[in-house]
């Protein structure tokens, strides 16, 4: 069976210190990974998504950036933290090629000092 | 702008009776899927209605998709206390590559 993980679940980190947050996928193949931002209290905002190993489409302009070193791992980076970018963030995966819904990661709350 | 949104924003019902939530959408679709989230954790996919179907049943969980009227909604009959949550609407807006999420109905079940 599909597993996602992603960790840590709870991250504080000071303002201007790099972020890695990673993300990885068991038990399927050439999946569509996403990386989304949920503000307290709303709905998810896309950030990343990518179909293929080192492909990677992003969503708004941001302090973030994404990689996709191998299929089932997708790590989300910033060089130096905002106190914007506190939030909840998860990850999600779904099979290529049809939409069928997304599997999600538990989440990682991150809050920037 | 985002695709999905729901309405009540907030919800608060007895355990035993049915909660309804809807979806409203603003383009077409190839599907729309809904999602519960509990307090500080991932999303859960619940149901995929296509845009070809109207009605869809899971368990306790009942889907209507209106595609004339870009609208869809979540009924759970027989509520729960553990039934407490966000309920997202989302909508596949783009060749199945991203799903867009509404801001979603927080849901209370009191016992």
């Known amino acids: 069976s599909q597993t996602i993980h992603q960790w840590p679940a709870t991250l504080v980190q000071p303002v201007g210190s790099p972020l890695s947050l990673e993300c990885t996928v068991e038990?399927?193949?050439?999946?569509?990974l996403y990386w989304y931002r949920q503000a307290a209290g709303r709905g998810l905002q896309l950030l990343f998504y990518?179909?293929?190993?080192?492909?990677i489409s992003s969503e708004v302009p941001q302090n973030l950036s994404a990689s996709r070193p191998q299929d089932r791992q997708f790590i989300l980076s910033s060089k130096k933290l905002l106190l914007s970018d506190s939030g909840f963030y998860l990850c999600?995966?779904?099979?290529?090629?049809?939409?069928?819904?997304?599997?999600f990661g538990s989440g990682t709350r991150l809050t920037v000092v | 702008s985002q695709q999905g949104e729901e309405d009540p924003q907030a919800l608060s019902i007895q355990e035993g009776e049915n909660a309804t939530m809807n979806c409203s959408y603003k383009t077409s679709i190839n599907n729309l899927q809904w999602y519960r989230q509990n307090s500080g954790r991932g999303l859960v996919h619940l149901i995929l209605?296509?845009?070809?179907?109207r009605e869809k049943h899971s368990g306790r969980l009942r889907v209507t998709l209106d595609t004339s009227k870009k609208s869809s909604s979540l009924l759970i009959t027989a509520s729960r206390a553990a039934d407490t949550a966000s309920y997202f609407c989302?909508?596949?807006?783009?060749?199945?590559?991203?799903?867009?999420f509404g801001a979603g109905t927080r849901l209370f079940v009191k016992a």
């Open positions: 209605i296509r845009s070809n179907e």
């Open positions: 038990g399927t193949s050439n999946p569509n």
């Open positions: 989302a909508t596949d807006a783009s060749g199945g590559f991203k799903t867009i």
């Open positions: 999600a995966w779904s099979k290529a090629g049809a939409n069928y819904g997304y599997t």
């Open positions: 990518s179909v293929g190993i080192g492909q």
